[in-house]
């Protein structure tokens, strides 16, 4: 694993940079559900409520962040064109604020993404959207962006690490409280790069008293706990792709960041393939819910946790 030489010591966002996301994006973004789970808070002894970001227009909460992102961009910047790399959630979330906004952008994904994907950014985007395979890996993908990016003088839009992308994730911890008549004990929020509970964690430590925060990496994509455990992101040697959603090999630089400044308020944990499946199947035989791996870790994860009995427990469903 090769570390990041230059961390920084926090991430420079706030609760109200948070509360401004929220009013930017409420015209696109609607509220998501705070929905009651009987069977998970008879299996915990807690109240355990499911907050909804499947119900999203584009089916997660990435959305948030990219509007977010886009909204503010100058007449200037806007002319020059925006650029994202993804296979999946981000480039649906891109595709859907170009279009409403209307931008043009330009999605590289790599040659695997499969078609029922591409049909769905397409879809999302419609005239706004051009979508470019980058070359057969993500990696390769990314690279195609950013060259575009030095090329043309487009902005690049970032799944997770950008301020602009954290506060708008971090749009669902306003949504949570006011949704709650008391604040939560424990959230419980799936990790991939970081955005989403890197601004859920930024949002919650200023607005709560004493609300702590449980991130769910795979066990095969562990990269945030790796980035704590070292101090600073580290890249991982193999990332496994069954969890593809939270199949990150480096942590955010400001991801990490929030996190690391957060102190113990947060705690990373990992879940195995079989624990994610088995969410998965009992959300869909039980709550009728269809969950993807990456949004059904929150569920995982709090079947793994020692929860404490008659505390009130939010999951992140996406």
Same mark, same amino acid.
């Given at each position: 694993m090769s570390a990041d030489p230059n961390p920084p010591t926090a991430a420079p966002l706030t609760a109200a940079d948070i509360d401004a996301a929220a009013q930017r994006i409420a015209p696109v973004v609607a509220p998501t559900p705070l929905q009651v789970c009987d069977r998970l808070s008879a299996a915990t002894g807690a109240s355990v409520y499911l907050k909804r970001e499947d119900l999203q227009s584009v089916r997660s909460y990435k959305l948030r962040g990219a509007y977010n992102l886009l909204v503010q961009l100058s007449p200037e910047e806007v002319a020059a064109g925006v650029v994202c790399s993804s296979a999946g959630n981000h480039a649906q979330g891109f595709a859907y604020a170009c279009r409403a906004l209307g931008?043009?952008?330009?999605?590289?994904?790599?040659?695997?993404?499969?078609?029922?994907?591409?049909?769905?950014i397409r879809y999302h985007g419609g005239d706004f959207i051009e979508l470019i395979v980058g070359g057969v890996t993500y990696d390769l993908a990314a690279a195609a962006a950013l060259?575009?990016?030095a090329r043309t003088g487009a902005t690049l839009v970032p799944a997770f690490?950008?301020?602009?992308?954290?506060?708008?994730? #971090? *749009?669902i911890a306003v949504e949570l409280l006011n949704q709650l008549d008391s604040e939560p004990d424990?959230?419980? /929020?799936?990790? %991939?790069?970081?955005?989403?509970?890197?601004?859920?964690?930024t949002y919650l430590a200023e607005r709560t008293t004493n609300t702590s925060v449980l991130g769910v990496e795979p066990a095969g994509a562990a990269a945030m706990m790796a980035a704590l455990a070292a101090g600073a992101p580290v890249t991982l040697d193999y990332v496994d792709q069954f969890v593809d959603g939270?199949?990150?090999?480096?942590? #955010? *630089?400001?991801t990490h960041a929030a996190l690391a400044a957060a102190g113990d308020m947060v705690s990373?944990?990992? /879940?195995?393939? %079989?624990?994610?499946?088995?969410?998965?199947?009992d959300l869909y035989q039980n709550e009728g819910i269809i969950a993807e791996p990456a949004g059904a870790l929150s569920v995982a994860g709090l079947l793994e946790a020692d929860i404490e009995p008659d505390s009130t427990v939010v999951c992140l469903i996406s």
């Open positions: 931008i043009h952008g330009r999605v590289y994904v790599p040659a695997k993404t499969p078609k029922q994907k591409r049909d769905r060259d575009d990016v690490d950008d301020l602009r992308t954290i506060a708008g994730q #971090g *749009t424990l959230v419980v /929020v799936p990790v %991939g790069g970081g955005g989403c509970i890197a601004g859920i964690t939270a199949a990150v090999s480096r942590a #955010g *630089t400001l990373i944990a990992t /879940v195995d393939e %079989g624990a994610v499946c088995t969410a998965m199947l």
